[in-house]
């Protein structure tokens, strides 16, 4: 069988929009009839996503296999790295962790591993006719150009024509484009086949000098330019330090004023106001996308105790270093705050102040957590939790991977998601289970619980909630039915259709904006070897 073509998106820097791009590209491939697979060597992110035979990989390139239409694998991103802190990180090497390094060790690691990042991307090139490669932060980062394993040495080794891609938003796009390239070797320099400027607001006419200068400069064709776009809802792009992006931080400070809360309108209706505590090692927040697309949802990132105020929901996310961001709830007063509004709970409607907590949170909501051999922070081998649902959790070595399928045991909705974890939580006093899981780590049939609940024994309402399984609110008909409660809570009519979430009709929209934008006869002519 003939070798896939490959094409490679590279960028400026991070946060330009490389994710999404290789999305779209995947997907317009795909439309044109092309059997199509992404794939990232190295990727830095707390954001992952488990596949069917329980390998971690980044959540972007999941999303891209998505856009696929294709099965996500291993060999799609064969090396994630997960930050434990400033300096460390776990190492994900074909889903699977190998274990935390620091930044000096992992230089070191990577050199003997490349090979099986070659095997995964040769893999990948004889089961299909594209491989739409993505790049990581900057090609140009002289310091890290040595030992690099996820820009210009994979566009080598693939014969890779680089698309170079820069954000107008974030200005000074023409600087970034042509200090980059003067950042290259001359070998470098000509694998750069063309530009695409990102995210542009305003008429296009107004860059018409500045795409003459870069050409005229370069040599090199501008390919595209992107609109700047809010209304097109897939997961969130990778994040290195597990921060919510620019965009959802400016929401956030809008979203975190009085205005915000039970008072909240959305297009002229009173919200369900939804607040998430933003962990510095906050990881899958993309757990929550679908509930911010909901109409009758403000939904906001708080970080301060003063924004959290006494919201419907206060979800408690997931963590990669569950014991250092339960010191920061500590020392930040939220936990205090999030207990007082736990237990302030109202004698009369509306009772919807309910807490949730997943994975990490999950385990934030227990009792005790312990680390006693430094899985995920050596700076404590024990620490009390929040004291509010009766678990206590053990960090293990062994970390689950698993896609499972549950039942929610207070409605009996079915729901399908995913574990990632090593802690092991266990209960210290009788309490009701939140799901039962009938498939987990590719076994059919089991009958497994997970999670606890706490319900308020007049009003058999349920007040709080941990689960360790991600993606819950993905599912449609629970997310509809859990927010439905709470506007019955609330004392407004229930909703009978909600927003549905669908990736793939999202995709199309964002591949119909790029086909509109971009110069296709010429991407094609590059993937074909012309110039």
């Known amino acids: 069988m003939k070798k896939a073509k490959t094409i490679m998106i590279q960028g400026t820097g991070s946060g330009v929009g490389k994710s999404v791009l290789v999305s779209a ?98 893999q990948l090139r004889q089961g299909y006719e594209i491989v739409v490669i993505e790049g990581a932060g900057s090609p140009a980062e002289i310091n890290l150009k040595r030992h690099d394993i996820v820009n210009m040495k994979i566009a080598k080794i693939a014969s890779a024509p680089v698309i170079l891609v820069g954000d107008i938003d974030r200005g000074g796009v023409f600087a970034w484009l042509i200090g980059t390239l003067q950042l290259l070797t001359d070998y470098e320099k000509r694998m750069v086949k063309g530009f695409i400027i990102n995210k542009f607001r305003g008429d296009k006419r107004l860059l018409k000098s500045g795409i003459k200068f870069l050409e005229r400069y370069t040599g090199i064709k501008v390919l595209g330019i992107i609109p700047y776009f809010e209304d097109i809802k897939i997961p969130e792009e990778d994040s290195a330090t597990g921060q919510v992006s620019s965009t959802r931080q400016a929401s956030t400070r809008q979203a975190s004023t009085r205005q915000a809360s039970l ?12 607040a998430v505590i933003r962990l510095p090692h906050i990881s899958n927040f993309t757990d929550f996308d679908a509930l911010e697309n909901e109409p009758d949802v403000s939904l906001r990132y708080v970080h301060d ?168 609110f993905d599912n449609d008909t629970f997310r509809r039915n859990f927010l439905n409660d709470i506007r019955a809570r609330k004392g407004m009519p229930p909703l009978t259709e909600g927003k549905t979430y669908n990736v793939d009709l999202e995709i199309n929209k964002l591949s119909a904006l790029v086909r509109e934008n971009i110069n296709l006869d010429l991407l094609y002519e590059i993937l074909d070897g012309g110039k």
């Open 25 to 122: 590209l995947c997907r317009i491939f795909l439309q044109d009839g092309y059997r199509v697979a992404p794939f990232k060597a190295q990727n830095m992110a707390l954001n992952s996503y488990v596949t069917e035979d329980g390998g971690e990989i980044g959540r972007a390139q999941a999303t891209q296999s998505q856009a696929c239409r294709i099965k996500p694998t291993v060999d799609m991103n064969p090396i994630l790295i997960k930050p434990t802190s400033q300096t460390s990180a776990q190492i994900i090497l074909h889903g699977k962790p190998v274990k935390n390094m620091s930044v000096y060790e992992y230089k070191d690691y990577k050199k003997p591993v490349f090979n099986q990042v070659q095997e995964s991307l040769e």
């Open 263 to 274: 008072k909240n309108k959305k297009k002229g209706r009173e919200v369900i106001d939804i």
């Open 305 to 472: 105790k003063e924004e959290l105020y006494n919201p419907d929901v206060t979800i408690i996310p997931g963590t990669k270093n569950t014991i250092e961001d339960l010191n920061y709830l500590k020392r930040s007063g939220l936990a205090q705050k999030i207990i007082s509004n736990f237990e302030s709970q109202p004698k009369k409607p509306p009772r919807s102040n309910i807490l949730i907590g997943i994975c990490g949170g999950y385990q934030i909501l227990g009792e005790w957590i312990y680390d006693l051999i430094d899985v995920e922070s050596k700076r404590k081998k024990r620490i009390r939790s929040l004291g509010i649902l009766p678990i206590i959790t053990q960090m293990c070595p062994e970390k689950i991977l698993s896609q499972v399928k549950a039942r929610d045991l207070s409605s009996g909705i079915e729901v399908i998601g995913y574990e990632i974890h090593h802690g092991r939580s266990e209960v210290t006093k009788e309490i009701e289970p939140m799901f039962e899981i009938s498939e987990f780590m590719n076994k059919v049939g089991v009958k497994k619980i997970d999670g606890a609940r706490i319900q308020d024994e007049k009003a058999h309402l349920v007040r709080c909630w941990g689960t360790y399984i991600h993606g819950v």
